[in-house]
């Protein structure tokens, strides 16, 4: 295969940014006392290009990728989304095969799970849909990708197979929703792929697309696995969540920042 770099400005999928709603969705699977999906930690924000990997002189693209707002219905549950809760950084590539085919490469940002980075989220009610003494039942859900995503930049779509791991002491530490042989698979679209302006970065090269929508209604979501004791309490966050949940019962909408600039353009880190 042969490689060319491409210095035009493209937005990357911002389509990616849709995870974290589908992680917060899970996460706040709407607690009687109400769902507000706030991350446990700092919202993630735009802190300029030292996440690209533009020491690669075949990335042609540096992006990242902020989730603004959104909803995720998850079988019979609908839950918000918060502001900040999850970034994709990286670069791409564009590759050119001597017979004339086309293909673009995702290229994480170092130190990432594959270019995604998710706060873990704290779930109103609990395990079990009401707090219980001591905070036993208090839980947190991160969202793990299990491969590097597929980005077209030209329509904008995006591919990501996802596990969600639920943290809490009664489940211990490999409670999951979703595996790496039965993952999550997102097909990510936007409705909307034109008529969305650029704006400039403040002191930083490149651009920002505001308000990129996006959507899913194609994925299913499997059982949990590994909750508790011998997964004793796979069934409570079955529960919980409404998992499992075939495909055509659940949806993604979420609205995103794209900001995005030629590789060229980008001081190469020391």
């Known amino acids: 295969m042969k490689i060319r770099s491409l210095s035009r400005l493209i937005p990357v999928a911002a389509a990616a940014a849709a995870l974290s709603l589908f992680g917060s969705g899970l996460a706040t699977a709407q607690a009687a006392t109400g769902s507000t999906g706030t991350p446990t930690s700092a919202p993630f924000t735009f802190d300029d290009w030292g996440t690209c990997p533009v020491g690669d002189p075949d990335v042609a693209t540096c992006a990242t990728v902020l989730v603004r707002s959104g909803t995720a219905t998850i079988g019979s549950l609908s839950v918000p989304l918060s502001d900040g809760a999850l970034k994709i950084a990286g670069g791409v590539k564009y590759v050119f095969g001597d017979d004339g085919s086309f293909s673009q490469v995702f290229v994480p940002a170092p130190g990432t799970r594959k270019g995604v980075v998710s706060n873990p989220i704290s779930v109103p009610g609990g395990v079990f849909g009401f ?139 020391a």
């Open 131 to 269: 707090e219980g003494p001591l905070g036993l039942s208090s839980v947190t859900v991160t969202l793990e990708p299990v491969e590097t995503p597929t980005i077209d930049l030209f329509t904008f779509n995006l591919k990501l197979p996802v596990r969600m791991k639920l943290s809490n002491a009664l489940l211990g530490n490999n409670c999951y929703i979703g595996t790496s042989a039965n993952p999550i698979r997102l097909n990510l679209e936007t409705p909307n792929q034109n008529g969305n302006d650029a704006e400039a970065i403040g002191n930083h090269p490149g651009a920002v697309f505001r308000a990129i929508p996006h959507n899913d209604r194609t994925f299913a979501v499997p059982g949990a696995t590994g909750c508790g004791a011998l997964g004793s309490l796979n069934w409570a966050v079955n529960l919980r969540t409404g998992t499992p949940s075939a495909s055509g019962s659940n949806a993604i909408d979420t609205v995103s920042d794209i900001y995005n600039v030629g590789a060229y353009d980008v001081p190469t880190q």
